[in-house]
Structures are given as C-alpha cells and as structure tokens.
C-alpha cells in the first residue's frame, strides 16, 4: 500500500514536471469588442507569440459571431439576426449557416425549457428594453411598462412561426410583429463553436469567459482543475463557491447584471414569458454543463420556474448542474453539484 502510494506521488509529479519542462506559461488577453461586454482568455502556451495567435484566433471568430447575433446594428455586406427582423413578414432572408444552427439549436432550447427561453420573445423585451434605457438615462422619471402593452406584444411571440429553410440556408419570420432576441443564448452558443475550433486546432488549457459565460477547454498543464469562481449577486464581499472545472462550462443568469430602479425597486432583464414581467425566484442561477450553449439557455430559463420545476429539469440533463442563489441570499444545489466544488 506504501509502495503503491509512493509510485502515485511520483507519477504525480512527474506530470507536474513534464509540463513544466513542456515549458508551457499562462497568458492572458482580454477584449471589449465582441458582445457588449469583457471577453477574457487564458490559456497555458509554449510562448507569447503562440498565445497571440490563438487569442486572435479566438477574438475574430467571435466578432463574426457577434456581427451575425446582433440584434441592433446593420453591418455592411452581412445578413444578420437584425435583418431578418427587418423583414419580418416580408420575406425570407438569406443567411450564414452559424444563424441557422443558432436557431435551431433555439427552437430546440424553447421545448427542452418549456417555453420559458424563447428567443421569438423580442416583441416583449423590446419594450422593457426601451424602458429600462430611458429609465438609466433619467432615473428621475423612470416608469413601468403597462400590463396592457405586453400582452399585447407577447401575442407575437410564437417560436413556431420563426421558418427556417435549412436547404436553401433562410430565415422567414411568419409574423410582421415578432422579433427575435437572441441575448439569452448567443453568447453560450458561440463560446461553444468557438471552443470546438480551438480544440480542433489542438489546443488544450484554455479558459475563455465571454462577460461571465465562462468555458474550459480541457485542464491546466498536468491535468488539473481551472478554478471558476461564483459573482455572488449582492457583492457584500461575502464568499461564493469555487468550482473546479475540465471540459465543462460555466454561465450565470443574475437580476444584478443588468436592471433598472422604479420607485426605489430593481427591475431586471430576464423576462418571465408568462408573467412578461422580471422572474422574482431568485436572485441568480448558474449552471455548469458540457455544452456552453446549454448552460446559456437553461440560466436563462431555470431564473423564470420555481426551484423544484428547476431541478426536476437541470437534473434530467445529464452532465448539468445548477446553483441556484434565492433571494434570501440562501444556495440551493442541485444533486451532483457538489462534485465541482472547491475543497
Ligand atoms: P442571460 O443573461 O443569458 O440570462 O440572457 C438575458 C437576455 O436574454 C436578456 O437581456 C434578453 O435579451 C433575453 N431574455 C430575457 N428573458 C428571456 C426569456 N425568457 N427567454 C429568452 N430570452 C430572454
Ligand atoms: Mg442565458
């Protein structure tokens, strides 16, 4: 038994120095440019010049993403999420193969989730958008959207009429009033492309987080864990989890992320499809999963169904796991969770 414990120390460090005589070293890059938000890489590489590739690498790939998701901007020479909008109701627009999967992979996040993430909600966040960018702009006068308005946005939110003719490579939007708000998903789903690009190309120790959509593209040198931590929502410096993470991604919806104030109450950006108003169960949910895309939806989604509807979901999907912070500021886990916590 000693014998068989002294040879797993030294196997132990002997991976510990093979990858130090790999002479792999941790760098790091971060960029402001891609999905409104801090886009950060780490990653262990033989020297800086073959970081920088790989970050480039990395940051053109999503700033096509980007370009392609965006719901607000025109971009010269590409159709984009926001151009089938504009043509909501009038014609099928022509479009990269990386908007069809996302979509697809919508529809197919809209039943896994029961409705609750659905990217053809962007009659109803438009109008919590404009209220909560007035209200920022002029906290003085900040309003409520009216009940009224909503529901009568939210008659214009069916999944079912986004059409996607995979052969022909178009998106037709069957109703002029919807629109499509792909803000819950883009993010997790192209951090997931990307992170099969990177693992193709061979690299294996990076960690890239898009504005807290953090995923781990294997382990560090020598096999061990990436440790991710948990934003604790109320940022009273009280400690969160630390996860520990290989080949598995981490996201986290929050009400602190992005929010408005009306008469001295927070109102958040993750709409309840049924309620159309801000989910009230907790104050955020993160979810680990082997697919990034995944995590991204089911955040969104776990936010807007009480804790026991939540769970019975994350713990049907095999390889997911979920946080979940109420707000009491109590942590509920689900039942594998405890796996990827720090000891
Ligand atoms: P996330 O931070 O991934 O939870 O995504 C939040 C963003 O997704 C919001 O800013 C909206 O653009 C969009 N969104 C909000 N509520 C929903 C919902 N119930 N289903 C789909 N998208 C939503
Ligand atoms: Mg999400």
Redo the contacts with the bound molecule.
Sequence with gaps: MKKLLSMLIILILVFTFSSCADGKKRYEAESLQVFDTVTKIIAYSKNKSEFTELSEFVFDILNEYHKLYDIYHDYHGINNIKTINDNAGKSPVKVDKKIIDLLLFSKNAYTKTRG????A?GSV?KIWHKYRESGIDDPQNAKLPDLGSLRKAASHTDIGKIIIDEKKSTVFLADPKMSL?V???A??FAAECVAQEIALRGYTSVLISIGGNVIAIGAKPGGSFWNVGIENPDNDGKEMPTLQLKDKSV?T?GVY??YYTVNGKQYH?????EALMPSTYFKSVTVVSDDSGLA?AL???V??MPYEQGKELIDSISGTDAVWVLPDSNILYSDNFKQYLKK
């Design positions: 609750k993430c659905n990217v909600l966040l708000d803000g819950a998903v993010k997790g996201v919806s992320q992005r950006h993750i709409i309840d499809p991204d955040s969104t989604a936010m807007c």
